[in-house]
Nanobody, 122 residues
Framework: QVQLIESGGGLVQAGGSLRLSCAASERTFSRSVMGWFRQAPGKEREFVAA????????TYAHSVKGRFTISRDNAKNTVYLQMNSLKPEDTAVYYC???????????????WGQGTQVTVSS
């Protein structure tokens, strides 16, 4: 069964931190790439970060580089997004996704979670 379940969202003040988790079924976690995207109200869904299954290589959107860290625990079939120095503009629904291509484009990802809300107050 294909499944991605995000957790860890919430309300935090600017400058604070949150860690998002994405628990995946074994079939989904075996995909080559795991990624995080976000969508703010009235905006398109945008790429945040991605990590390769084989090498652990990572890539980040310019807007989060240096503040966010993506990681994975293969033993737990879980991907994390550590978010530090949060800003009000980081407010969005955050989605976990799995795919085969090394890409920042939403259409490259086959499977998606239901999303978790992150709200950063000023």
């Amino acid at each position: 069964q294909v499944q991605l379940i995000e957790s860890g969202g919430g309300l935090v003040q600017a400058g604070g931190s949150l860690r998002l988790s994405c628990a995946a079924s074994e079939r989904t976690f075996s995909r080559s790439v795991m990624g995080w995207f976000r969508q703010a109200p009235g905006k398109e869904r945008e790429f945040v970060a991605a990590i390769r299954r084989s090498s652990g290589s990572t890539t980040y959107a310019h807007s989060v580089k240096g503040r966010f860290t993506i990681s994975r625990d293969n033993a737990k079939n879980t991907v994390y997004l550590q978010m530090n120095s949060l800003k009000p503009e980081d407010t969005a629904v955050y989605y976990c996704a799995a795919g085969q291509a090394w890409s920042v484009v939403t259409t490259a990802y086959d499977y998606w979670g239901q999303g978790t809300q992150v709200t950063v107050s000023s």
